[in-house]
């Protein structure tokens, strides 16, 4: 087994979930920073860790050294870069291709290429879902560098080169979370995340165990090959519903939440954040908190019916057991919410 973004948020949950299984002999997992290794390499001896970059192709020859005719889970990507839209490209394209290549190379059993929901852009009504079949409406640039590497994993597959699954999820939670999900929290107990407009615009949500079993689903599922899979909660939740559940969550851990409700802001402001979200990637440069509220007003909202059928995926984790497992994981790390 391969896992790529083995340190990010579904990589370190992706990686605990194949320790977990005796029949996993060697696990070779992909970091991008030495201190990332020690975490992994003391959760089980099978896991091997390479460091480097996605996109060195030395990393990318190491990191398949020897291992055959092994399954693929390709995670690493970046969402929200650093400063330019370059690098979303450099490693969400570029990264990707690489991996295909060497994939291809040692004959690997099979490739599950995590993909978005950003390919999609927004749903047209707050009542609209996804289906495979959707048209694309990339959104922006990671929209688009997501897009493209679905392309090729897809291309690879009809050119007979290798047995080839996307899934596609939407916004995760769970534990390993990154800093900005935790200051979502942290943000929500204090009332100071925005509401935009009404709060009826609904989310496709996954917690990460619900994700990790349709990643390994997809692994192993005889229709998947050639196939693309919205992996997802089993309904999508009114954004005004998500927050209120964190409340609840932060509550049921013991925590005390203000009782202000959550900030109030016009949907036109989210609309404004959008164009000088699209304005500052022209130029090249990324802004996370214009992008961040420039979506916030949007439905993004999918079907899991093809999973469900497909894949024999059935999402166990609810909104709120998820949210309070985040929870827990923060407090764990002694992080402040």
Known sequence: MVVTGAAGWLGQNLVR?????PSRSRIRALVHEPGDAALLEVVDPRIEVVVGDVRDPAAIDELFAGVGAASVLHAAAVIHPTRFVRELFDVNVGGTQLVLDRARRVGASRFVHVSSNSPFGANPTSEDRFDEDSPLNPYMAYGRSKLEAE?????????????????????????????????????????????????????????????????????????????????????????????????????????????????????????????????????????????????????????????????GYEPTVSLLEGMRASVRWCLARGDQL
């Not at 979930?17 to 299984?21: F, G, S, V």
């Not at 989310?203 to 090959?225: F, I």
Request: with cysteine; proline share 7%.
């Open 17 to 21: 979930a194949l320790a977990l299984q």
């Open 151 to 311: 392309q090729l994993v897809q291309r690879t597959y009809e050119r007979g080169h290798l047995a080839t699954v996307i899934v596609r999820p939407p916004w995760f939670y769970g534990p390993y979370q990154p800093a900005r999900q935790t200051q979502f929290l942290a943000a929500i107990r204090r009332g100071r995340f925005p509401l935009i407009g009404p709060g009826t615009q609904r989310r496709s949500m996954v917690y990460t165990e619900n994700l990790v079993q349709g990643v390994l689903r997809a692994e192993v599922a005889d229709a998947a090959p050639g196939r693309a899979y919205w992996i997802a909660d089993a309904e999508p939740y009114a954004l005004r519903d998500v927050l209120r559940t964190v409340r609840d969550a932060l509550e049921a851990e013991g925590l005390s939440v203000a009782k202000r409700r959550p900030l109030p802001v016009p949907r036109a402001a989210a609309v404004v954040a959008e164009k000088l979200d699209a304005a500052a990637q022209a130029t090249g440069r990324y802004v996370q908190v214009l992008h961040v509220l420039g979506e916030l007003k949007d439905t993004i909202a999918c079907d899991i019916s093809r999973a469900r059928k497909e894949l």
